[in-house]
């Protein structure tokens, strides 16, 4: 007989609407068998971090046809972690290896499929680091800057949420590739990092500004070539005016909408025709095909100080429920992680 | 001396908020000498046929930076139309040249630049379709099509104002390359022409679908992959929804928004993300490279009757501002044209 181990779980109480709270969430204590069921293909993981990323907040109402499912209700919820494998069903995967992919809101899990594991090979950087910048947000940045931009050299760029997991990524990519670039986020401690840490040309507090349109005239008095859309709403719309001609929107999230029961309207897209504008959704999941070369990309720069990456680290599952609640009022500066263990 | 004419012209009186109306307009007559000034490359010529497009809504008010500039109030109304040249500074064009391109709502114009005039080779076809399938909307429908959309055989399609000067060639486009084509217009006599006459697959009247969601499920159960926009607001919240993966949007016009003074909000952008949806605006301008092939392409396809475009005529310049302004209520059926004189 397998060991029967108890098992911290955070669950999903009921589908939330409007912005979630804390108590949407309960921790839970379950049992698990650490042992690969009879015939299958899983593998049983201990979690070491997990990562709150602003796209779980669709997962938390009830959808049809999204791109991924609804969390289920009494259930923990699901979410990108690293792992490391306690026993494997997957001739792929050996007990001690380190993993990241889809885990389970919980101290231990029982993955299956396991096609969306990753396993991790360099362990000379933070392992937290494979819930952010060598994880799903670095491919998300490096995908949407590189594949979807279509930037070159010298031109203007403007990330939204551009502290966070992403955006702080983005500002780095575009600045390595010799574009002027500006960042917008809530507050002067982010603005600040996003100047001091992140090397962004400047940067702006949203939350400071009357008029966004006559913010980014005054940090585009040419107008913006690229913008890397994380929070949609009325930013979009300042941006939409402040394009130029033959510019690239590349969208990424909308942050700001997603807790609206009624989301605002975008108003300016007339400006799509007069400035020749192409904007274009994307998702990682299409992109992980080059996420090797990423690696080999990003690795070095790291190990070298080239690229930063700042962590907002919440300790122990039990802070789960509040750091993902966090997210959706720009609590965390940097990626958001929790730390179940640390091995 | 040169001979001074009398030169009846359309003038816009004021800049035009809302719906513009007949009266915004008035008919002058003026008197003109049929001359190349001195020094000049102008050429004078005696205006046939007058285009009534869309996107001249936008020159009715006072803009800045737009792709197009603003009419002069007081001054005649200028747009494409067809023309004969009755004298030439241009060494590119002789007297008795028929041409298309931007010239005056009024009898007699002397045109300067010449840059934007088309010479007209082939007359073995209507000499109106220089203002409409031979011209500036036939180009916009092949480029946009073909060039912004990236379709491919067998995809579904969905043009809005699809019986317009536009919308007609683009349903006709997509069947001759194989797709599932659905169009709106906005009369039933609208929807019966976009079938029995442009081979649309399927029509609908906008304006009798209480849910346009529902009515875009009903005619795409399993979604659009390409949606050729000329129109906006409610509509563009409809099909954003009924998108499929990998879905482009090319952006032409949204001419449901064009007399409004606060636009409709669109609230469904974040399927952009979701389907990974590329939405792209275009102007036809970027395109007259093409124009050679297109015509390569399309005077065939007329003369065999494979490819058919109707036009609504009014006749005289008198008539011109009623027939401009219909365009916004969609009186007209099909391309919208003028005629100042037949030879």
Redesign the interface.
Known sequence: MAEEVSNKQVILKNYVIGYPKESDMEIKNSTIKLKVPEGSKAVVVKNLYLSCDPYMRSRMRKMEG??VESFTPGSPITGYGVAKVLESGDPNFQKGDLVWGMTGWEEYSIITPTQTLFKIHDKDVPLSYYTGILGMPGMTAYAGFHEVCSPKKGETVFVSAASGAVGQLVGQFAKMLGCYVVGSAGSKEKVDLLKSKFGFDEAFNYKEEQDLNAALKRYFPDGIDIYFENV?GKM?DAVLLNMKLHGRIA????IS?YNLE??????????????????????VF?YYHLYPKYLEMVLPQIKAGKVVYVEDVADGLESAPSALVGLFSGRNIGKQVVIVSRE
Do not use: A, P
Not at 251 to 254: I, L, Q, S
């Open positions: 999204s791109y949609g979009l969208v990424c999230g909308m909408q009624q989301t605002e309207g975008v108003h300016n897209l007339f400006c799509l025709i007069t400035k020749r504008i192409r904007m274009e959704g994307f998702i299409d």
